[in-house]
């Protein structure tokens, strides 16, 4: 389609949206049925958001428009659709989605893994009880996350993920751990990190320290550049490789899960896999009306580009998934946060909302005033499970899911007050419910698939490149300048700061 079409396609969403949520629900009986999916155990509902009849139909145009079904079966077949880095994006392989070749190289090198990870059960490198997990971005916040959520009841290896160069992130866990008994996964998809270079390094000196014979005996590395983590001392066998065409925000799947495989037992790791499986099946053979992350990318359109709103809030009513919003924090911003097109124009339009949020109920004692009464509209983001992460008196487990429809409903609906304008409250605010059976391997894996997928829509949708991320390199290449002291090129408040912290 011309760039025209597009445009035209554009026009015609940005014209609408006006009926409120309750006038919605009123001209729209059948919302519940059409805006309703059930998919890998989990209840999307999208009921609550100005997605009206006529909006989804000219959402669906614009994703004809654009190409969105051609660019997400150039994704499952391994085309390069990283124009930018001119290579494909190879993270569904990694759950045996795609192209036969490049499932079985994923598979072959899981394989790799699980030889490892049997390795490391039956004591061939000692007794290990603790794992120290050094990487930082992606190559931490999923595994992170996976671990959070899941890994807290098993009884098996205590892991402790270290991301932070502040050497006081990497001194807690020392402090907890045993080096005699502890492995050091460093996990880096370049293996030239700084962050997690220097952190690898402080934690070799600690287990030197702490009497270990062979320190580098102790280091698994996860990375694209087994050469690098050759010449850094790493011994081939235990260097878990993943390919370069998996992005580091999308690379929980690889060999970076691996600390996460270890906390839940293979078995576990594989159910990940299959959820999210799953959602890559639905994502591909779904109609765009009923396609959850389709869907949900045109929820976040609506609201980025129609509505205005700048950020979108997130919240897990659930201990389990507190970390979710800072893993969404970068899949989404990292991956969207944009200004040209994947032909270098100016998008013209707004990219990836600032996603921001917290856990529930905590948040409604702190942000939630904001959400019902603030002068900013912020579309949330619910996310809740059926079944309870906790064994007390099923009142706590009640009042938790009570409490996240409530949000939802009260936001929706307001409540006048004519005598008093600061008790009034004006509704019409959104929201999107994410309702999980139970928070498990397979459900977990659907979920981060689903928000992968969403992403990715989003992207085609403003055609936009999700899977390059140049914006932090400037960034980096001035930390490098300012500490070998060349400070010349730079203004004079940064020179002094530099001069402050130089003595
Ligand atoms: O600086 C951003 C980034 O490149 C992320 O995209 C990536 O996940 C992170 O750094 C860590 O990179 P690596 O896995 O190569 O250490």
Redesign the pocket.
């Known amino acids: 389609m011309t760039d025209g079409t597009i445009e035209a396609a554009w026009k015609a969403i940005e014209g609408e949206g006006a009926d409120t949520l309750t006038a919605l629900f009123e001209t729209e009986p059948d919302r519940l049925s059409r805006l309703v999916v059930e998919e890998a155990g989990i209840r999307f509902d999208f009921a609550k958001t100005h997605l009206s009849r006529g909006l989804l139909d000219k959402f669906v145009a614009l994703a004809e428009a654009t190409g969105f079904a051609k660019a997400r079966d150039a994704l499952f077949a391994g085309e390069v659709v990283n124009t930018s880095e001119g290579r494909a994006a190879e993270h569904p392989a990694e759950r045996g989605s795609g192209a036969p070749d490049s499932v079985a190289r994923a598979r072959s090198l899981h394989q790799r893994m699980r030889a490892l990870i049997d390795a490391i059960e039956a004591e061939a490198m000692g007794p290990i009880a603790h794992v120290l997990h050094i990487?930082?971005?992606?190559?931490a916040l999923g595994p992170h996350l996976l671990i959070d959520a899941l890994g807290r009841d098993a009884d098996r290896y205590d892991v402790e993920v270290v991301s932070n160069v502040d050497g006081a992130a990497l001194e807690a866990a020392f402090r907890r751990f045993d080096p005699q008994a502890t492995l050091v996964a460093v996990?880096?998809?370049?293996?030239?990190?700084t962050e997690?270079m220097l952190n690898a390094r402080s934690a070799l000196a600690w287990l030197e320290e702490g009497g270990v014979e062979d320190p580098f005996g102790r280091v698994v590395a996860l990375t694209a550049a087994p050469d690098k983590a050759i010449e850094w001392g790493v011994d081939e066998t235990r260097i878990l490789p993943f390919g370069e065409s998996v992005?580091?925000?999308y690379?929980l799947w690889s060999s970076i899960g691996f600390p996460a495989a270890l906390a839940l037992g293979w078995d576990g790791f594989e159910s990940l896999l299959e959820g999210a499986a799953a959602m890559d099946r639905h994502f591909r053979l779904a109609p765009p009306t009923r396609n959850a992350p389709l869907l949900a990318a045109f929820v976040d359109r609506l609201y980025a580009n129609v509505k205005g709103c700048e950020t979108r809030g997130l919240f897990a009513y659930d201990e389990r998934l507190r970390l979710l919003p800072s893993y969404l924090q970068?899949l989404e911003m990292?991956s969207n946060g944009k200004s040209v097109t994947r032909d270098g124009q100016p998008v013209g339009r707004a990219t990836a909302p600032i996603t921001w949020g917290g856990v529930g109920t905590d948040a409604q004692h702190a942000v939630f005033q904001l959400l019902h009464q603030g002068t900013h509209l912020v579309p949330v983001e619910f996310i809740a499970s059926i079944e309870a992460g906790d064994t007390l008196d099923e009142a706590h487990h009640r009042q938790l899911l009570v409490n996240c429809f409530a949000q939802g409903a009260a936001l929706m609906a307001g409540r006048a007050n004519a005598e008093d304008p600061a008790r009034a409250y004006p509704g019409n605010r959104p929201s999107t419910t994410l309702l999980l059976d139970r928070v498990d391997p397979a459900t977990l894996g659907a979920l981060i698939a689903f928000y992968e997928h969403r992403t990715f829509a989003n992207a085609a949708l403003l055609g936009i490149n999700p899977f390059d991320?140049f914006g932090?390199e400037l960034g980096?290449e001035i930390a490098r300048s300012l500490d070998s002291g060349g400070t010349d090129a730079f203004d004079s408040s940064t020179k002094a700061l530099l001069a402050r912290i130089s003595g």
């Not at 990487?135 to 190559?139: A, E, Y």
């Open positions: 990487g930082i971005g992606g190559s996990a880096s998809k370049t293996f030239t990190t997690t992005g580091g925000r690379s970068q990292e991320q932090v980096k």
